[in-house]
Each structure stands twice: as structure tokens, then as C-alpha cells.
């Protein structure tokens, strides 16, 4: 188990364990992070698991590419460090993360 | 009377349970469902679930330790079998009579079967809504069987195309002229019709089935209304669904293919809301029923805010749907209902389009295939109510960042 910390829109910090392989949309819909819709359960159909990672740790997670870019780049409040959480699977290399909830989705 | 009661352990029960928590409601929330399982996504039921890319655990919308912890209780496997408008109270298959102060009927919708007469109690023959059908149709999906599917919706589309790849012989047949008719427009049903025909599914449309034959346990043929017969392993049934309206039939409730509710969610009984696929709801002027997880979602956490006193205004869809089959994806934002002409674009990497739907100068809804920038252009454009000019959208040349917008706002949603 590793530990990530999810900023939730209103500023609360949630620190969680969780299990490398889920994604970091399934991490924070586990945990009832707010702010996370993940509507579509994770097709990369419907950008409402935007999340915007730790810059210290982008070059681990690394950049979008395809369909996923696409609809960020669409997305609302879109930062250099965005990816859509249901794309993302955890790595242990990930312990200590923090990743922040825009305060809206899609 | 400071307690919720939740019929249906769907995605709009699971929706509505977590916003009454988010909302910091806190009487009893209290969630019965007939099925085992706890509320899990039926989506990838026709899809990575299907193809046997994704573990049961995965479904499920949360896990049980969250709902504990939130003090959701979740009764499954429980049917309500009767309800009492009178005495507030709804008799279950457990036995139990449970007082509600707040009734939520989230009951979902059951698929149509094919009648006896036409072969329908074959065992070889399925439908497709639950996790129990998928666990029981997936050990027929093997290479070199012979599917045949009825119906060209979403579901049957999308069961074809799982078993096209899994290296089925696919026959799929659509009485109606063509797939798709009741949901999209030509354009759409054709670019879906020639990623089927590439795939080698044998897809027939105006082409209703006359009866499967066979012997008497198992269906061996499918006799067709074109005079064809074509052999057959498997059959699946995606021929629509109806609403689960029988416990509010029996109670009084006012039903017409679904459960009636005003625009604030509410059937017509002292505390009783309905929300998801088994719940009609006024939308832009008329009796409306979708079947969409969005819908599911949305209305349930509608209730959930109605019921803690925050709701603004009556519910407003914004509707949104998916589907994939194959290795594309369609993505629907908006509802083409009443439009009058779409726009065809043609998106910017290969093989990406969008189709894009008017009433007069009124923007509706897009269908973007394998474009999730027209996408989410087009969700944005619907979620502020404006319409983009149709003659810049059929431009492919034009950015879609940089399409001006009609001056005339698209009527509001509510
Ligand atoms: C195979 C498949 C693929 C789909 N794909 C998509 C898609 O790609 N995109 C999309 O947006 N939507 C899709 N949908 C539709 C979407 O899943 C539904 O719209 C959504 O699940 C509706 O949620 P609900 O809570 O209203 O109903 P349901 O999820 O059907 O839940 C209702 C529950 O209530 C239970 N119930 C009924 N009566 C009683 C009773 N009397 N007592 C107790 N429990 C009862 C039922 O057993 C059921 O478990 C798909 C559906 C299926 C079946
Ligand atoms: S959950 Fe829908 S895009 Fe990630």
C-alpha cells in the first residue's frame, strides 16, 4: 500500500492508502473524494475525473496522449499537470503524491 | 420523518445515498435491492466486462466499507413487493415493513424478452441488464459460434461488436429500417453500420425475426421476415427495456411507461420521488424517460438536494451518453429530440466526425464518433445554452475553438 493525498476543491486535504493498480480515479472514488464524478467508470468518455497531479511527480505519471489529451484540452480549468484519473494506474512510485480536485468537472 | 428509503440498488439509489451524506442529511438512508451484488455500473456489462478485460470488483460503484462508514445501510438481495401510500410503509421479500418518511423509488428498467411463441424460453436465447446475465452469456462467447443478435440499439450493437472480435460469426437483424432509428440520425447509423460491415458482422436491417426453431430446448435457427433462415449458437435479445413501474402501479402511483413525476422529481404521492431509468419527468415540454447513467446520477443526487432543501429550481438534464464498439468510440452530449437537421463535420484525425443536431437555430445535441473534441466543444456550447454557427461547423477548416455562436441563445433547458 502507498499513501496519496487528495486536495478536495474546498482546499481539504485527505490523505488515503491505497492499492498500486487501481487507478487514481477508482483511489478516489473508493475513498469518497469530493469533487471526483468519474461518470463513465473509467472509459475516458466523460473528463469528470480531472485531476491535477504533483508537478514533483508528473515525470513518473506522465503527460496524456490521444483521446485522453483531447478532451482535456476541452476540459474546464485545464493545467499543466492535468490528467483524467481514470487513465492513470498507480504506481508504487507514487507514494507521497499529492493530487488536486478542480472545482469542476468536464 | 427524518429518513430516506431507497428502492433499486442501482446507480441512482448508490447517486442519491452519497449526496444525502455529502449533504450532511442525517436520519436513516436505507437502500433495498433485489439484486446480490451491491449497486455496480452496468455500462461495461457490454463491454470490457464482456470481453473479460475487467474483474467484478471493478463494477462495483464502491465498496461496502464505504457505505458502511457513510451509514448507508444496503439491504440487497431485498424486494419491496407492496407499498402503502397510506400508512408510509413498504412491505419486503424479507419479511420486513419498513416506514419511510422519504420514499426514493430508484427500480430501474427489466429488457424485453421475446415472446414464447417466437422461441423466447429457449436457453440458448438471452437478454442483457444484469451482472448475473453477463456472468451467464459469457461462456458462450467462443470463437467460431454463430451469434444471432436482435435489435440494432446501443446494447445489441455493442454485444455484436464484443463478439465480432472475440471471433464470432455475427448476424445482427433490426426490424426498423435501420439501426439506431429511434436514438440518432442517418448519419450517425451509417458511419456505425459501415464499422460493423468492416468488422464481417452480417448486419441486415428492415429484417425482423419470424421464429427460432429448434429442438424444443435449444435454438438451432432463426427463421427471418426476408424469407432467410441463418443458423445459430447463441441468440441475444436487445429489443429496449420497459420501467419497473409495478410496485407504484399496485400503490396507485400515476404510471405511463414509467413512473410520473413532476419537474422536481416527485411521483404524485406525500414523500415519494422516482429517479433513473424507471422515471418519467417533464423535460422541454414533454413526458420524458432516458436510460443513461448520467440521467441515473444526476437525478438521483436531485432527489437527495430536494429532500435536504437545496435543490435550485426543477431538475435540468444535461443529457450525455457513450458507446463503444470495436475500437471506436461515440460519444452523444445533448438530446436530438425534435431537431430538424443535423450538420456533419468531419474531425480532425482520420476517421473522426460529428454529427450535430438543430431545431431551426437551436443547437440540441452532437454525436461525435471517434472526436472527443467535438465532444466536449459541444458539451460546453450545451451547458451555457448557446448555438454554435452550423455553417463554421461544417467547415472543417475552422477550428471549432474559434466557431462564433449564433446571437439567438438556445431555449433554456428547464
Ligand atoms: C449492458 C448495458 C450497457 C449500458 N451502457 C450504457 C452506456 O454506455 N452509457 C450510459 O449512459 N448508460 C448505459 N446503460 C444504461 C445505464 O446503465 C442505466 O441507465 C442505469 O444503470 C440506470 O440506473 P438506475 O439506478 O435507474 O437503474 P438500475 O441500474 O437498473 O437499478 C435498478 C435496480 O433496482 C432493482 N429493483 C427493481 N425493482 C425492485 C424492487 N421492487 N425492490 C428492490 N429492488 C428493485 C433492480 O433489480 C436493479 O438492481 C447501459 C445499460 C446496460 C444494461
Ligand atoms: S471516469 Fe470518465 S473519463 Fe475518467
Keep these: 500500500?502507498?499513501?496519496?493525498?487528495?486536495?478536495?476543491?474546498?482546499?481539504?486535504?485527505?490523505?488515503?492508502?491505497?492499492?498500486?493498480?487501481?487507478?487514481?480515479?477508482?483511489?478516489?472514488?473508493?475513498?469518497?473524494?469530493?469533487?471526483?464524478?468519474?461518470?463513465?467508470?473509467?472509459?475516458?468518455?466523460?473528463?469528470?475525473?480531472?485531476?491535477?497531479?504533483?508537478?514533483?511527480?508528473?515525470?513518473?505519471?506522465?503527460?496524456?496522449?490521444?483521446?485522453?489529451?483531447?478532451?482535456?484540452?476541452?476540459?474546464?480549468?485545464?493545467?499543466?499537470?492535468?490528467?483524467?484519473?481514470?487513465?492513470?494506474?498507480?504506481?508504487?512510485?507514487?507514494?507521497?503524491?499529492v493530487i488536486r480536485i478542480p472545482s469542476v468537472q468536464g | 420523518m427524518d429518513d430516506v428509503v431507497i428502492i433499486g440498488g442501482g446507480q441512482a439509489a448508490s447517486a442519491c445515498a452519497l449526496r444525502l451524506r455529502a449533504n450532511g442529511f442525517e436520519g436513516r438512508v436505507a437502500i433495498y435491492g433485489a439484486e446480490p451484488a451491491l449497486p455496480y455500473q452496468r455500462p461495461p456489462l457490454s463491454k470490457a466486462y464482456l470481453k473479460g478485460r475487467m474483474e467484478a470488483d471493478r463494477l462495483l460503484l464502491r465498496p461496502a466499507a464505504l457505505y458502511a462508514n457513510l451509514g448507508i445501510e444496503i439491504h440487497s438481495g431485498v424486494q419491496a413487493l407492496n407499498l402503502n401510500t397510506a400508512t408510509r410503509r413498504v412491505a419486503m421479500s424479507d419479511n420486513a415493513n419498513v416506514p419511510y418518511g422519504h420514499l426514493v423509488l430508484a427500480t430501474g428498467a427489466t429488457p424485453r424478452r421475446l415472446p414464447e411463441a417466437q422461441g423466447g424460453g429457449l436457453e440458448n436465447v438471452f437478454t442483457l441488464r444484469s451482472l448475473s446475465d453477463a456472468d451467464a452469456l459469457r461462456p458462450h462467447i467462443r470463437p467460431g459460434q454463430r451469434l444471432l443478435v436482435v435489435g440494432g440499439g446501443y446494447i445489441g450493437l455493442e454485444m455484436a461488436a464484443v463478439a465480432a472480435r472475440a471471433g464470432m460469426e455475427v448476424t445482427l437483424i433490426e426490424a426498423q429500417p435501420r439501426i439506431l432509428q429511434r436514438v440518432a440520425a442517418t448519419e450517425t447509423a451509417d458511419a456505425i453500420r459501415a464499422l460493423h460491415l468492416r468488422e464481417g458482422v452480417d448486419l441486415r436491417e428492415g429484417v425482423s425475426l419470424d421464429r427460432l426453431l429448434g429442438d424444443g430446448k435449444r435454438a438451432g435457427l432463426a427463421a427471418l421476415s426476408d424469407g432467410s433462415a441463418v443458423g445459430v449458437d447463441l441468440v441475444v435479445v436487445g429489443i429496449g427495456v420497459t420501467a419497473n413501474e409495478q410496485l407504484a402501479r399496485n400503490a396507485g402511483l400515476s404510471v405511463q411507461n414509467g413512473i410520473l413525476t413532476d419537474g422536481q422529481c416527485r411521483a404524485f404521492a406525500p414523500g415519494i420521488y422516482a429517479a433513473g431509468d424507471c422515471a418519467v419527468f417533464p423535460f422541454r415540454g414533454q413526458p420524458t424517460r432516458l436510460e443513461s447513467v448520467q440521467n441515473a446520477c444526476d437525478q438521483g443526487?436531485?432527489?437527495?438536494?430536494?429532500?435536504?432543501?437545496?435543490?435550485?429550481?426543477?431538475?435540468?438534464?444535461?443529457?450525455?451518453?457513450?458507446?463503444?464498439?470495436?475500437?471506436?468510440?461515440?460519444?452523444?452530449?445533448?438530446?436530438?429530440?425534435?431537431?430538424?437537421?443535423?450538420?456533419?463535420?468531419?474531425g480532425e484525425k482520420p476517421g473522426a466526425e460529428s454529427i450535430w443536431y438543430y431545431a431551426g437555430e437551436t443547437f440540441l445535441a452532437v454525436d461525435a464518433l471517434d472526436d472527443p473534441r467535438a465532444y466536449m466543444m459541444g458539451k460546453r456550447w450545451l451547458a451555457e445554452g448557446v448555438s454554435p454557427d452550423p455553417k463554421a461547423l461544417a467547415d472543417p477548416s475552422i477550428p471549432l475553438k474559434t466557431i462564433g455562436l449564433l446571437t439567438q441563445t438556445a431555449e433554456s433547458t428547464a
Excluded at chain 1, 62 to 88: H, I, K, N, W, Y
Design chain 1, 1 to 97: 500500500m502507498i499513501t496519496l493525498t487528495f486536495i478536495e476543491p474546498d482546499g481539504t486535504a485527505k490523505p488515503v492508502s491505497v492499492a498500486p493498480g487501481l487507478t487514481l480515479m477508482e483511489a478516489a472514488m473508493r475513498n469518497n473524494i469530493r469533487g471526483v464524478v468519474a461518470e463513465c467508470g473509467g472509459q475516458c468518455s466523460c473528463a469528470t475525473c480531472h485531476m491535477q497531479i504533483d508537478a514533483a511527480y508528473f515525470d513518473r505519471v506522465g503527460a496524456p496522449v490521444d483521446d485522453e489529451e483531447d478532451m482535456l484540452d476541452f476540459a474546464e480549468e485545464r493545467g499543466e499537470t492535468s490528467r483524467l484519473g481514470c487513465q492513470v494506474e498507480i504506481e508504487d512510485s507514487f507514494d507521497g503524491m
Design chain 2, 301 to 346: 443526487e436531485y432527489v437527495a438536494d430536494h429532500i435536504c432543501g437545496t435543490a435550485k429550481g426543477p431538475y435540468a438534464p444535461q443529457p450525455w451518453f457513450w458507446s463503444d464498439q470495436f475500437d471506436s468510440s461515440l460519444k452523444i452530449a445533448g438530446l436530438n429530440r425534435g431537431h430538424d437537421r443535423v450538420i456533419r463535420r468531419v
